[in-house]
Each structure stands twice: as structure tokens, then as C-alpha cells.
């Protein structure tokens, strides 16, 4: 007995319906181009403007299957990288952050968002992908870290900690601090009657991601129990404001000496560290008060304020972790003895110079330094891997 024919019509309507969901279907490829009404100030024309990170105006990869409703979607291709995701109906604008921090374009006709990026050694790199939507990160699934084949082996990050982590404020003595959230991380075993040695760290909300992937490398051994304090940062936008201004930014004011306006604030947020923040962690977690056990760390505009505080008081610190700093803070050499160890990313290309060009002076003044660039961004997952290979190198591991 023959087998039933499927009627042509049903088959062309199966056609008709599969060929959308593709970037071409029906034969030849369909190039799907999104809308690139207005501009972008890291837009990839000319080509001889050209540099890493910046928005390519191309249609996406042909072939390529849209994404489902509020998913993700990522089409590496050599050295660009395509992000497509379909936003709830009703969307004024999608966002890429934070190893890429780049708009989407609307594909019309398809309800899906994209853009494609220019990523010299993408092999290489490590970005994790967060979705804005009209201003708002998106579920917490729809951030994730994405890695070339030929990225450095994801640092290991505790499923949960087995060291504590403490939150307390502290009152600083000047009314422009105020009262402050501190963060601290214990290792495990730790032992107030036996010193450990401390870090320092700006923007102290950051604390609990570098503790899950400093415990775990505590743990092997590859670097030794150490405490971490967080000190919690100013607004760079104050509540009730909703435009930007460099004299409104006090976050900026605190971390980056010589930012014009600040020297009142950045003076009183130093007082407040050497002052009251350190004699309590000294008191509370029995840390080392040696400057040999002192770290001082941080990333983006904390990285900067860590090479200040570092070259400001050489005798209380005797390690700098600049991760990714800004350039705007000024530079100076910390104690002969100190040890230090920054980095960039090729995607965030001014704050990888001012790494190197901060590398650069302590090589020449003679302190140990190590400088460790990467393929990637402004990134907190790129901050948080690279912690314990900074931590063993500061603390001698």
C-alpha cells in the first residue's frame, strides 16, 4: 500500500512558517538587517576608524535561528560577535552590557533585537552578557559569561562559601561620609587571634563575588588565607537627579584625587579609611597591622584611588590591585618594597592604557609588577577571575 501524500498546500504553509525563524530560509539566504536609525558614538565606519569593540552595521549571519521569546542568543564569527535577543512586546530599548556595552537594533518584522561587534582575538575572549530592557538587567538567567575556545580556564566559583561574610556600618567623623556599609570576607578556619593578612577594597558590594572565587583558590592552596574589607562607595548620581554631572559625581569625588571639586571629599574619604576603618577591622578581625599585610585594591575609578592610597601612605601599604583603572586619578609610585598588579581589557582600550602606563612607572621605579591584560571588557567577571592570580602574586604565593 502507498504511503499518504501530504498535500503540497500543507507542506508550503510548514515552509511558509519554519522560514522566519531563520536569518534566510527558502532557498537562497535572506539577509535580516536591523534598523540602525540614529547613531553610536563607537560605531565601526569608517573602517579605518576601526577598533575593538565598536558596532558593526551589518546584517546578522545568514542562517542564523532567531531567539524565542526573552532569550539570548550569541553567533561568534572570527573576530565579531553577533547578540540577538526578543524582548517583551513593547520594548523602547535593548542594551548589551558588560564586557560589550552596546545597543541593539530592532530586525524588522521579526520582534527580535541585535547587534554585531568587533572583537579582535575573539578566541581569546572572556564577556559576560547581560540584557537591559528599557534600563533594567533583565532576569538574573539572562546573564551569563561567555568564552572563546581558546579563553583562559574559567576561574572555579564557590557553589556557596564555607568562610562568612560580615556587614556592619561604621560613622566616619566627617558629615560628607556619613555612614558607610562595610563588607568583610572571612576564609575559612579563620581565627581572630591569628593575623591574616587584609585587603582593602573600593566599592565594597563587590566583596561577596571575589570571595566566591578567592575561597575557592584559598582552598587549593594556590593563595593563602587572606580577609577582605569592602568599604562601601558614594553615588556617582545623588537620589533625584537624572542627568549625569561631574559635580554631582561623588563617587568619582572620593576615588580619583585631583577630580576638580572633589579634594574636600576625597581628603575626608581618606581620613575615614586610615582613621576609623582600619583601626576596627584591626580590632574586630585581629588583621595584620603590619604594612607588609596590607593590600589595597579595587577596579575601574577604586582602581585609581587604590594607586593614590597606595602612593599617598607607602608605610600602611605594601600591595596594589588596580584592576582596569581609570585614567583620570593621578598616579604616583607606592613604597620601594610594595608589590603591584594591574590589568585591562582590549575592549575598554583607556583604561588599559592607564594599566600599562601605570605598570610602566612601578617597573621603572623598581617595585615588582605584574601586568595582566585580557580580551574583554569593563567587566566584573573578568575582575572577579583575575583576583586570585592577583592575590597570590601580591601576597607572595
Known amino acids: 500500500m502507498r504511503p499518504p501524500v501530504r498535500p503540497l498546500r500543507a507542506l508550503l504553509l510548514g515552509l511558509a512558517l519554519l522560514s522566519p525563524a531563520l536569518a534566510g530560509g527558502g532557498g537562497a539566504p ?18 579605518a576608524e576601526r577598533m575593538d569593540g565598536c558596532r558593526l552595521l551589518v546584517p546578522i549571519p545568514a542562517g542564523t ?34 564586557g560589550l556595552q552596546l545597543p541593539l537594533s530592532p530586525i524588522p518584522g521579526t520582534g527580535v533585537w541585535a547587534v554585531t561587534a568587533q572583537v579582535n582575538g575573539l578566541e581569546r575572549a572572556v564577556l559576560s552578557t547581560g540584557i537591559l530592557v528599557d534600563g533594567r538587567l533583565q532576569t538574573p538567567g539572562q546573564r551569563a559569561i561567555w568564552r572563546g575556545p581558546k579563553a583562559p580556564a574559567a576561574a572555579e566559583r564557590a557553589a556557596y562559601l564555607v568562610g562568612r561574610l560580615h556587614r556592619f556600618t561604621l560613622r566616619a567623623d566627617s558629615p560628607l561620609i556619613g555612614v558607610r556599609e562595610i563588607t568583610v570576607y572571612t576564609p575559612p578556619g579563620w581565627n581572630r587571634n591569628k593575623p591574616l593578612p587584609v585587603v582593602y577594597l573600593a566599592d ?27 568599604i562601601d562607595s558614594a553615588p556617582s548620581m545623588p537620589a533625584g537627579l537624572t542627568n549625569y554631572r561631574p559635580e554631582d559625581d561623588q563617587r568619582s569625588q572620593e576615588y580619583l584625587e585631583g577630580w576638580q571639586g ?102 621603572q621605579s623598581g617595585q615588582a609588577t605584574r601586568l595582566q591584560d585580557w580580551v574583554g571588557g569593563h567587566d566584573f567577571a573578568v575582575w572577579e577571575e583575575m583576583l586570585p592570580a592577583g592575590l597570590a602574586f601580591l601576597l607572595g604565593k
Open 30 to 47: 535572506r539577509a535580516l538587517t536591523p534598523d540602525f536609525t540614529g547613531s553610536w558614538p563607537v560605531d565601526c565606519d569608517p573602517v
Open 65 to 98: 535561528p532567531l531567539p524565542g521569546p526573552e532569550q539570548v542568543r550569541i553567533v561568534p564569527e572570527r573576530d565579531r560577535l553577533t547578540v540577538l535577543y526578543r524582548p517583551p512586546a513593547g520594548a523602547r530599548s535593548v542594551t548589551l552590557c558588560c
Open 204 to 230: 565594597g558590594a563587590a566583596v561577596s563575588g571575589f570571595a566566591n572565587t578567592l575561597e575557592p583558590a584559598i582552598r587549593k592552596g594556590t593563595v593563602p588565607p587572606v580577609i577582605l574589607v569592602g
Open 262 to 363: 572633589g579634594a574636600e571629599r576625597f581628603a575626608a574619604h581618606e581620613a575615614f579609611l586610615l582613621q576609623t576603618v582600619l583601626p576596627q577591622i584591626e580590632r574586630e578581625y585581629g588583621t595584620s597591622s603590619a604594612p607588609e599585610g596590607r593590600v589595597v585594591g579595587g577596579v575601574s575609578n577604586g582602581g585609581a584611588w587604590a594607586i593614590s592610597m597606595a602612593a599617598r601612605h607607602p608605610d600602611v601599604f605594601r600591595g596594589v590591585l588596580a584592576l582596569s583603572p581609570s585614567n583620570t586619578g593621578r598616579q604616583g609610585t607606592p613604597h620601594a618594597e610594595a608589590r603591584v598588579f594591574t590589568g585591562g581589557g582590549t575592549l575598554e582600550p583607556a583604561f588599559l592604557a592607564s594599566a600599562r602606563k601605570y605598570a610602566a612607572l612601578t617597573t
